[in-house]
């Protein structure tokens, strides 16, 4: 199994920015794509970025030219950096881990995920 630990959330203002950590540990030598999901109230969870062992990365529309996403392969760590955030960004972000080389969108893909981190923006 593997287990995945997300840090970082917080509470800002529309326009800071912020950094997501997900440190991943257990048996994640199969892991290929990591990726970061969210949930905002009342709505359904929204993929937010991918990034795949290869290095290629995946982001959802809404986020694609704002926030970016990074892998420490030695620290089996991802990372999601949020710049310029707006209030629509506010959610509960997950990490999540898969072994699949595909789908990196599709939150049916991935096996293993974090217990979220919140993140608010208001003003």
């Known amino acids: 199994h593997v287990q995945l630990a997300e840090s970082g959330g917080a509470s800002v203002q529309p326009g800071d920015s912020l950094r997501l950590s997900c440190a991943a540990s257990?048996?994640?030598?199969?892991?290929?794509?990591m990726g970061w999901f969210r949930r905002a109230p009342e709505t359904e969870r929204e993929f937010v970025a991918a990034i795949e062992a290869s290095g290629r990365t995946y982001f959802a529309h809404s986020v694609k030219d704002r926030f970016a996403i990074s892998r420490d392969y030695a620290k089996n760590t991802v990372y999601l950096q949020m710049n310029s955030l707006e209030l629509k960004d506010t959610a509960v972000y997950y990490c999540?881990?898969?072994?699949?080389?595909?789908?990196?969108?599709?939150?049916?893909?991935?096996?293993?995920w974090g217990q979220g981190t919140q993140v608010t923006v208001s003003s």
């Open positions: 999540a881990a898969s072994s699949l080389g595909v789908g990196a969108s599709l939150p049916d893909t991935y096996s293993y």
């Open positions: 257990g048996r994640t030598v199969g892991v290929d794509i």
